[in-house]
């Protein structure tokens, strides 16, 4: 893949040239971040635990008509994706609190939430994406209020499907953060829901013990940041027993 275009590199994929217009290739590498950069490491295997994981939710949520940027993958660590414009938002979505929503207020972790909630941050790493109202998103053009409209209804639809898919397999999904973008066809332009979908970017707890099987192992000093994942692909039918 090394001779193909780079578009872009981010802390945990890389963003190559896709083999026809208007596709890209993305890349998961074993890098783990925390904290905006200020926490580094690599996973063995990381990459291709996540490329896997997120092919399986994307894969069904294309299948379900949740419009995504997922075409299909292409080996271990790479998967064909349509080239979006990514709006420049990070979209959270918290069932029960943890993490920032606990530290900002107050609300101990584990606390289920009367009702889901949706926040949005805006993606700049020099500011560390600071959390944002709708009205600054509108005020800056950063996207318009049918783009909000579109985005929260997939991002409610994208919810009750991973709620579903890990209590299935006794996993309780805390919260995720999701990113989407533009697609362009011809004058017509949709929302579709981009990035990836993985423990990186979920904060999943199994069910009876309690145990953390996602990011927050690494950024919480766990150990085992690997074999969560692995539980978690195991979980969802993607790994055999002996992977
Ligand atoms: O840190 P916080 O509690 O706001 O994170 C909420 C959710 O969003 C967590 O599942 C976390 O893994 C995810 N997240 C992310 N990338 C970020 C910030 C948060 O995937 N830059």
Redesign the pocket.
């Known amino acids: 893949m090394s001779r193909r275009r780079r578009i872009y590199e981010g802390k945990a994929k890389i963003l190559y040239e896709g083999p026809e217009p208007g596709t890209l290739i993305q890349h998961f590498k074993d890098d783990a971040t925390a904290f905006n950069n200020k926490k580094h490491a690599v996973i063995d295997g990381k990459g291709v635990l996540n490329n896997r994981i997120s092919e399986f939710i994307f894969t069904q949520l294309n299948s379900l008509g949740v419009p995504t940027h997922f075409i299909k993958r292409l080996n271990m660590r790479e998967q064909l994706i349509r080239e979006v414009e990514i709006v420049p938002l990070?979209v959270?979505v918290r069932n029960v609190a943890?993490?920032?929503?606990s530290t900002r207020l107050g609300i101990p972790e584990g606390t289920a939430l009367p009702r889901s909630i949706i926040e949005f941050y805006y993606k700049n790493d020099e500011l560390g994406?600071p959390m944002v109202s709708e009205e600054h998103i509108t005020a800056f053009g950063w996207a318009s209020p049918q783009d909000i409209d579109d985005i929260m209804a997939l991002a409610i639809r994208v919810n009750d499907f991973l709620s579903g898919l890990f209590l299935g397999v006794g996993i309780r999904l805390v919260?995720?953060?999701i990113e989407f973008g533009r697609l362009w066809e011809g004058d017509m332009m949709r929302i579709v829901l981009a990035d990836e979908i993985s423990p990186?970017?979920?904060?999943l707890w199994d069910q009876s013990s309690g145990e953390k099987l996602?990011?927050d192992r690494f950024r919480r000093d766990l150990g085992g940041m690997l074999e969560a994942y692995q539980e978690v692909a195991r979980r969802l039918g993607i790994l055999n027993d002996n992977e």
């Not at 943890?98 to 929503?101: D, K, P, Q, R, T």
């Not at 990186?200 to 904060?203: F, K, L, P």
């Open positions: 990070e959270v943890a993490g920032s929503l994406d919260d995720f953060k990186d970017s979920c904060r996602d990011k």
